[in-house]
């Protein structure tokens, strides 16, 4: 089942954001997560204001592990996470 992991970032914490940067890629990047898509959020001026990050997992409990995990959380970049079960049903790569 696919996830989405939508995520706020706190205001005024770009520094925090980049400061945590690689370690959250190397996060949605390692044997822990299987990662379908992600990006951050951006203001008018192009700044980053919170991640999209779309995950596969066994269950609800599963993905919020993964979000728990993410060095961006562990940081606490974020100021509110909402999880939700999401179906890819238009050009998903993986359909036949």
């Known amino acids: 089942m696919l996830y989405a992991l939508l995520c706020t970032d706190k205001p ?13 890629l190397a ?19 192009g700044n980053p204001t919170g991640s999209l990050v779309i995950i596969e997992a066994d269950n609800m409990v599963a993905a919020k592990m993964v ?8 940081a606490g970049l974020f100021s509110h996470v909402e999880i939700k ?4 049903a238009l050009k998903n790569p993986e359909a036949a």
């Open 85 to 88: 079960a999401w179906r890819w």
């Open 27 to 45: 996060y949605l990047n390692g044997p822990l997560v299987t990662l379908k898509a992600a990006g951050p959020f951006l203001d008018d001026a």
């Open 12 to 24: 005024d914490s770009i520094n925090l954001r980049m400061s945590v940067r690689p370690d959250h």
């Open 67 to 74: 979000a728990a995990n993410d060095p961006y959380n562990v």
